[in-house]
């Protein structure tokens, strides 16, 4: 089969798994796993933050930074498909007791006047805004790459006006490939951000969420009341370290093998892109054939290739290390003949 469903799918390499049984180890909770703290070391140096913290996932990150920079009946401002919105089930208000006001974007940018705008002011009616999250790349706008300009302008609005700014960077990795920058020209227009290992950089498990001292201090007891808090970690940190050092710099294979994908979908008959990709994951339009995007998901899982849904008639599409460009012809192949039926 080829897997094309989600980058999270991909198997660790064999140097991944040798140095998963080779590692170094300690227990965690105590601080004393050399290889979780070369690993938070290394991501926090990659990331331009001061420290940095190894969780189990990146919807653990993100509300251990949800829980560490607001308080109960606080406010959280973010885009209106944003993962923390859309897909953590509802766990800002079941964990943090955060409400959220979301804000229209465009490719899942924010216009930073409608961020300004949306700020409460001092008034006791109103909830206090508590925190800004921003999403990059964005999932549901296709993988679109927010624009570090676009940070910058957000990222100076919160400054001025005493709200923190947390990056969802679950796929940073990508953003930074496809804009041709390093990861911290977007990473220093927040104040923490959360990176996930197990996605584009094919490690199996884990995420890093980075900031200051004091926020991982924080950070790291929020983790604790999760249950998020690990013994011998080293055996999951070690595969994170290679792929945030050696991973990355391939990930411009993935969105090769996308604009393969997507050019090929453009000439089906039928089928059409809900836009044009700018990283590794492709959403198609299947309403033209007059079909449902579970139709077509099940019929193309029948000839070999497994996608996803990603609403009524749009199929998603996502590249990683585990396919190469000689699969992404079969699956070109595969989408055609069921185009067809």
């Known amino acids: 089969m080829i897997d094309l469903r989600s980058d999270t799918v991909t198997k660790p390499t064999e140097e991944m798994r040798k140095a998963m049984y080779t590692a170094d180890v300690g227990d965690d909770v105590y601080r004393e ?21 190894f969780v189990t996932s990146g919807t653990q990150g993100n509300q251990i930074a949800v829980l560490t920079h607001c308080r109960p009946g606080q406010e959280l401002l973010l885009e209106e498909e944003s993962h923390i919105f859309y897909y953590e089930s509802g766990a800002v208000a079941a964990l943090a007791g955060v409400q959220t006001r979301t804000i229209p974007g465009h490719r899942g940018a924010m216009d930073p006047q409608d961020v300004l705008n949306a700020i409460r002011t001092d008034d006791i009616h109103y909830p206090e805004t508590g925190l800004i999250c921003l999403e990059n790349t964005h999932n549901r706008a296709g993988g679109a790459v927010i624009p570090v300009e676009n940070m910058k302008a957000i990222y100076s609005i919160a400054q001025k006006n005493n709200v923190p700014v947390h990056l969802d960077g679950a796929r940073l990795f990508n953003a930074a490939a496809a804009a041709g920058v390093d990861v911290k020209e977007f990473a220093k227009n927040t104040d923490t951000v959360q990176i996930c290992l197990s996605k584009g950089l094919g490690a199996p498990v884990g995420s890093i969420i980075a900031g200051d001292a004091e926020f991982i201090t924080t950070a790291r007891k929020w983790r604790k009341r999760l249950g998020g808090g690990m013994r011998q970690a080293g055996v999951i940190a070690a595969p994170g370290l290679i792929g945030l050092t050696k991973m990355k710099d391939r990930l411009g294979e993935d969105q090769w093998n996308a604009r393969i994908l997507a050019e090929a979908i ?7 892109l809900a836009r044009q990709p700018e990283t590794n994951i492709v959403v198609a339009d299947v309403a033209g054939l007059n079909i449902t995007s579970d139709v077509f998901v099940e019929r193309l899982r029948s000839e070999g ?28 192949e595969a989408i055609a003949k069921v185009a067809r039926q």
């Open 33 to 53: 796993d050399p290889t979780v703290r070369e690993l938070e070391e290394t991501a926090a140096e990659i990331l331009g933050k001061e420290e940095a913290l």
């Open 266 to 272: 453009e000439s089906v008959p039928g089928m059409k």
């Open 305 to 332: 290739v497994i996608s996803g849904t990603f609403g009524p008639t749009f199929v998603r599409f996502v590249t990683h290390y585990d396919v190469n460009e000689d699969q992404i012809q079969e699956a070109i």
